[in-house]
């Protein structure tokens, strides 16, 4: 595999995904069709497929070496993660996209050859960028985002959804043991804000790759901690539980769930 321009690629994905919030933006102006996929939980919009369009065309006009892994179609063909890959979620937090008008990302993690080099998680309407380079760190709109600090479980804040606290009741003793629990519904942006100390850790019980590719390179480049809920890594080949953590609080938090 011929190495790439990484600087290149993240300048020209910072530029896109800025780019698709303009696309975003206007088309939220006008009516647009919204979907359900599988049940009433998981919708999809022109809008989301707009997006991932617009990816598909400028990556592959401009590497036609790279894949693209996209949650709204382009991810049939994609059953290992050799070479460069782009992970996409065109619109990660749909439900909040299509009900609150703000709270949802353009989530992206370029990955080469299984290893996160990239991470984008951009927060459309708050024009929050967060952004990666695999040895160089992570920025918020370009301010260099600190290695996370060493933080306690009862002075931390989580996140996870109450659909979640019904599959394993332990996350009761979490509600307990932390300073507080918060539920945004747009997982990308939950990693991202693990990443800046806005939260100590997240858990899902079902993201795809999509969900948490671009957050996860993120993570890695201040030191966050990120498995599925057994303690194993991910593959980013298909969907997993997910705790995302500040890695003092994942210990604790792993111990209170270890617990009887
Ligand atoms: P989405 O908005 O792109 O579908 C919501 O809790 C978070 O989980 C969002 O990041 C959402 O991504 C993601 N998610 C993954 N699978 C989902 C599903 N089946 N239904 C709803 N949200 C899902
Ligand atoms: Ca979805
Ligand atoms: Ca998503
Ligand atoms: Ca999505």
Redesign the pocket.
Known sequence: MDQFDRLEVKENAERWAREARELIVAQMKETFSITT???Q???VTDV?KNVEKFFLDKISHTYSDHRLMG?EGSFEEIKNLDGVVWIL?P???????VQQKSN?AISIGIFQDGVPIIGLVYDVMRDEMFLSLKGEGATLNGIKIEPIPKVSLNESLLSF?AGWMLKDRKLEWLLEESRGIRSY????LEMAYVACGRLEAYI?F???P??MAGGYALLQEVGGIVTNYNGDPLTFLE?DTMIAANPWVYKEITEVLNRK
């Open positions: 996929k599988a049940h939980h998981d919708l989301d949650e979620d619109i990660d937090g749909t439900i909040n996209f949802f959804n519904g747009v997982a990308s899902s079902n993201l795809a999509w969900d969907k």
